[in-house]
């Protein structure tokens, strides 16, 4: 690697915690780390305690002059604004002015946009995306977070925040999400915290004997949800089957609007492998009008999970060079 050769700085910001990286042109993770998120109640603290932990990642890759700039990935993060607005699993409520805040702290070009949006992009840099000029992103953890990319450009809307597949409604009148207080949304099904869910209801809702019954509520989640399928457990494998389907239909949907090559999965829920993969397939297909059926790719994202989100943030800044 050139001493003279440009970086990025890569900061995704989570709920629980931030990661942050340096990363050159190509993907190639240098230095990372993370810090907590939910433990600074003002912004102001964290953005002292990440300016504080990146700039002795910035010294240990040749200083300050190397960075050609800092790309953000946040819940709610719009890239026109720059801002965070309402972000719901934050700790910091209203409008946060974040790029403004991180530039003037770190005297560097700041660009923000969504954590699916950053993890789109840096799928179509670096991973499965490689290449292609029309595909959805999904990411399945906590919740249900998706960027749209159509003729090559990420689809950001007339106000920045297009693409929330994860708020869509599935189910008219269903279960109600905690950050929104809508009824019936994607997110509240097809997350880590929908399989979760779901586990709650059909465990009180049947008699039907499972290896889940066997632990306390506070310990049923996706996790154990998935060691009891793998084990042959019907109850589990039922509640997989549910959610491919839930999901699978919203696919099916995003296919009929955007017409994409391929929809590539991330996160936490993807590890279940077939469990999940194959009742979205078959609902997903089922559910598609016959001039769209097989001929969208489900993939599961290339990128390692660990540097995944400082490579989607990272990209932003060579994205914006382009």
């Known amino acids: 690697m050139s001493t003279n050769e440009p970086l990025a700085i890569g900061v995704d910001i989570g709920g629980t915690g931030t990661k942050f990286g340096i990363v050159d042109r190509n993907g190639n993770v240098l230095f990372s780390s993370e810090m907590s998120t939910k433990k600074h109640k003002t912004i102001d603290t964290f953005i002292d305690e990440l300016h504080e932990q990146l700039s002795t990642l910035i010294e240990k890759a040749g200083g300050i002059g190397r960075m050609r700039g800092i790309g953000m990935g946040a819940p709610n993060g719009n890239f026109y604004s720059g801002t965070i607005e309402y972000a719901p699993n934050l700790p910091w409520k209203g409008i946060i002015p974040i790029a403004k805040l991180v530039s003037d702290k770190f005297k560097l070009d700041v660009t923000l946009t969504n954590d699916a949006n950053a993890a789109a992009i840096g799928e179509m840099m670096y991973g499965a995306a490689k290449g292609m000029k029309d595909f959805i992103m999904i990411t399945l953890g906590t919740g249900v977070g998706s960027g749209f990319v159509a003729n090559g450009q990420l689809i950001y809307g007339h106000d920045g925040f297009a693409g929330e597949i994860g708020h869509t409604i599935v189910i008219p009148d269903g279960r109600i999400h905690d950050g929104t207080g809508k009824k019936g949304s994607l997110e509240s099904y097809a997350s880590a915290t ?12 049947s008699n039907e004997p499972s290896l889940l019954r ?43 609007i955007s017409s994409p090559e391929a929809i590539i999965l991330f996160g936490g829920l993807t590890k279940a492998g077939d469990l999940i993969l194959k009742p979205t397939r078959q609902h997903m297909e089922e559910n598609l009008i016959q001039v769209f059926q097989n001929k969208v790719k489900i993939l599961i994202s290339h990128l390692k999970e660990s540097d995944a989100a400082i490579l989607g943030a990272s990209a932003l800044v060579w994205e914006k060079e382009k």
């Open 194 to 205: 929908g399989v979760r869910l779901t586990a709650l209801e059909v465990l009180e809702n």
């Open 214 to 256: 066997n632990l306390d509520k506070e310990a049923i989640d996706s996790k154990a949800v998935y060691d009891a399928a793998i084990k042959g457990d019907q109850l589990a494998l039922e509640i997989f089957e549910f959610t491919g389907k839930i999901l699978g239909i919203s696919l099916a949907n995003a296919v009929m």
